[in-house]
C-alpha cells in the first residue's frame, strides 16, 4: 500500500477509535466558559433566538449554573416558540423548586427565580399535563402559590391566588381576602390584578359596579401591561371604553393622569414570545366603528396612535381619587 494511503487509512482509523472512546477534545468549542454561555443564552432568550438559545443555555446547565435551566424552562413553556416542549418545562420548574425550597427570600439571589418556578408549576396542576400523567389538582396549586405568594412575595403568584380565592378553586373561597390583593396588587401597578380588577368593577361583580373607576383603571393597565400580557388587558380595555357613556369616558379622564402617576409602572419591554417587540399595536374599533384610543388624553374621534407608553401624554385630572375605595380594603386579613 502505497505511503500516503497508509497515512489516510491510520489517520482514518485514528479517528474511529477517537469517536468510538467518545474523545471530544479536537471538537472547538463555542463558548469560553460555562459563564460565558450562560450570558449568551440568556441574551439570545431575551431576545426570541431560541436556536441560539438552547444550546448555550444546556452548556451552562450541564455545568450546573443555576440559572440555565430556568431559561430552558421559559423557552419550552413557550407555546409561539419552535422549542415548545412542556413536560421538559414541568421537569425543570420542578426539579428548581425542589432543590431550592430553603432559599433566602430576603437575601438570596435565588429566590425570585425559584417563586416564579412554583407559579408556573400551579399553571400546570390548574391544567393538567397529559404528557407526564399528571392530573389537574387545583388543590395543590393553591399550596404551590401560597408558597411563592406568601413565603417569596411573588406578585405573580398573588395575582394567581386571590383570583383561586375568588372562585373558591382548591381553596376555600374568601372573596374579601381576594379584593384586598387584587387591590394591594393594583396600588404597586400589576397590570393583570389593575385589569381583572377594572372588568369586575365594569361588570359589578364581587363589588358595586363603578364604570368610571373601571375605566381609569383599565386604562391605566394597558399603559403598564408588558407586550406578552397586552392582548387580553387591551381586549378587557375595549370592552369597558366601547360599552362606556360620554359622560363616564369624560368624567373617568379627570382621573387617569393621577392613576397613572400613582399605580403606573414602567413596562417590562422583554418579549416572551420570540417573535420579537412590535412598535405599534392593532388599530381596535367598536361595533359602531369608533376608533378606540389607548390614551384617554387623545381625542375620541381621532385614529388611536401607536402605544409607547414612554412618551404619552396626559391630561391632568383632579387627584384625591385611589384605588382604596375600589371594593376592597388595604389592611391585610388574617390568613
Same mark, same amino acid.
Request: charge should be neutral; include cysteine; proline fraction near 7%.
Given at each position: 500500500?502505497?505511503?500516503?494511503?497508509?497515512?489516510?487509512?491510520?489517520?482514518? %482509523?485514528?479517528?474511529?477509535?477517537?469517536?468510538?472512546?467518545?474523545?471530544?477534545?479536537? %471538537? @472547538?468549542?463555542?463558548?469560553?466558559?460555562?459563564?460565558?454561555?450562560? *450570558?449568551?443564552? $440568556?441574551?439570545?432568550?431575551?431576545?426570541? =433566538? !431560541?436556536e441560539?438559545?438552547?444550546?448555550?443555555?444546556?452548556? /451552562?446547565?450541564? /455545568?450546573?449554573?443555576?440559572?440555565?435551566? =430556568? &431559561?430552558?424552562?421559559? $423557552?419550552?413553556?413557550?407555546?409561539?416558540?419552535?422549542?415548545?416542549?412542556?413536560?421538559? %418545562? !414541568?421537569?425543570?420548574?420542578?426539579k428548581? /423548586? *425542589?432543590?431550592?425550597?430553603? #432559599?433566602? @427570600?430576603?437575601?438570596?439571589?435565588r429566590?425570585? =427565580? #425559584?417563586?416564579?418556578?412554583?407559579?408556573e408549576?400551579?399553571?400546570?396542576?390548574m391544567?393538567?399535563?397529559?404528557? #407526564?400523567?399528571?392530573?389537574?389538582?387545583?388543590?395543590?396549586?393553591?399550596?404551590?402559590?401560597?408558597?411563592a405568594?406568601?413565603f417569596?412575595?411573588?406578585?405573580?403568584?398573588?395575582?394567581?391566588?386571590?383570583?383561586?380565592?375568588?372562585?373558591?378553586?382548591?381553596?376555600?373561597?374568601?372573596?374579601? =381576602?381576594?379584593?384586598?390583593?387584587?387591590?394591594?396588587l393594583?396600588?404597586?401597578?400589576?397590570?393583570?390584578?389593575?385589569?381583572?380588577?377594572?372588568?369586575?368593577?365594569?361588570?359589578?361583580?364581587?363589588?358595586?359596579?363603578?364604570?368610571?373607576?373601571?375605566?381609569?383603571?383599565?386604562?391605566?393597565a394597558?399603559?403598564?401591561?408588558?407586550?406578552?400580557?397586552?392582548?387580553?388587558?387591551e381586549? $378587557? !380595555?375595549?370592552?369597558? &371604553?366601547?360599552?362606556?357613556?360620554?359622560?363616564t369616558?369624560?368624567?373617568? +379622564?379627570?382621573?387617569?393622569?393621577?392613576?397613572? +402617576?400613582?399605580?403606573?409602572?414602567?413596562?417590562?419591554?422583554?418579549?416572551?414570545?420570540?417573535?420579537?417587540?412590535?412598535?405599534?399595536q /392593532? $388599530?381596535? +374599533?367598536?361595533?359602531?366603528?369608533? @376608533?378606540?384610543?389607548?390614551?384617554?388624553?387623545?381625542?375620541? +374621534?381621532?385614529?388611536?396612535?401607536?402605544?409607547?407608553? *414612554?412618551?404619552? *401624554?396626559?391630561?391632568?385630572?383632579?387627584?384625591?381619587?385611589?384605588?382604596?375605595?375600589?371594593?376592597?380594603?388595604?389592611?391585610? @386579613?388574617?390568613?
Open positions: 500500500m502505497p505511503t500516503s494511503k497508509r497515512a489516510i487509512v491510520g489517520f482514518l %482509523a485514528g479517528l474511529m477509535v477517537c469517536v468510538s472512546a467518545l474523545c471530544v477534545s479536537a %471538537a @472547538p468549542t463555542k463558548y469560553r466558559s460555562p459563564q460565558d454561555a450562560l *450570558e449568551q443564552g $440568556i441574551g439570545a432568550y431575551n431576545g426570541g =433566538y !431560541y441560539i438559545a438552547v444550546p448555550a443555555l444546556k452548556y /451552562a446547565a450541564d /455545568a450546573h449554573l443555576f440559572l440555565a435551566p =430556568y &431559561y430552558l424552562a421559559r $423557552i419550552y413553556s413557550d407555546n409561539n416558540g419552535s422549542h415548545t416542549d412542556h413536560a421538559k %418545562a !414541568y421537569d425543570l420548574y420542578l428548581i /423548586a *425542589e432543590e431550592h425550597t430553603d #432559599v433566602d @427570600p430576603d437575601d438570596d439571589q429566590a425570585p =427565580y #425559584v417563586a416564579k418556578a412554583m407559579t408549576i400551579a399553571g400546570y396542576l391544567r393538567g399535563l397529559p404528557e #407526564v400523567g399528571l392530573q389537574a389538582n387545583s388543590k395543590l396549586a393553591a399550596e404551590y402559590l401560597r408558597e405568594a406568601q417569596f412575595r411573588d406578585e405573580d403568584a398573588q395575582f394567581e391566588l386571590a383570583k383561586l380565592y375568588l372562585r373558591g378553586e382548591g381553596i376555600h373561597s374568601d372573596v374579601p =381576602y381576594a379584593k384586598h390583593w387584587l387591590s394591594v393594583s396600588q404597586k401597578g400589576h397590570a393583570g390584578a389593575q385589569a381583572f380588577l377594572a372588568d369586575l368593577l365594569w361588570r359589578g361583580k364581587y363589588m358595586k359596579a363603578d364604570p368610571v373607576r373601571a375605566l381609569a383603571l383599565i386604562s391605566v394597558v399603559a403598564n401591561a408588558p407586550p406578552y400580557e397586552r392582548v387580553w388587558i381586549d $378587557i !380595555y375595549q370592552n369597558i &371604553y366601547c360599552g362606556a357613556a360620554h359622560g369616558r369624560k368624567q373617568a +379622564t379627570g382621573i387617569v393622569a393621577d392613576w397613572r +402617576t400613582r399605580y403606573g409602572r414602567k413596562p417590562d419591554m422583554r418579549d416572551r414570545t420570540g417573535l420579537g417587540i412590535l412598535s405599534t /392593532a $388599530i381596535r +374599533t367598536c361595533r359602531n366603528g369608533e @376608533p378606540v384610543p389607548f390614551d384617554m388624553g387623545a381625542d375620541a +374621534t381621532e385614529p388611536p396612535k401607536p402605544a409607547l407608553p *414612554e412618551r404619552r *401624554e396626559f391630561i391632568k385630572g383632579p387627584a384625591g381619587v385611589g384605588l382604596r375605595d375600589v371594593g376592597a380594603t388595604v389592611s391585610t @386579613p388574617a390568613h
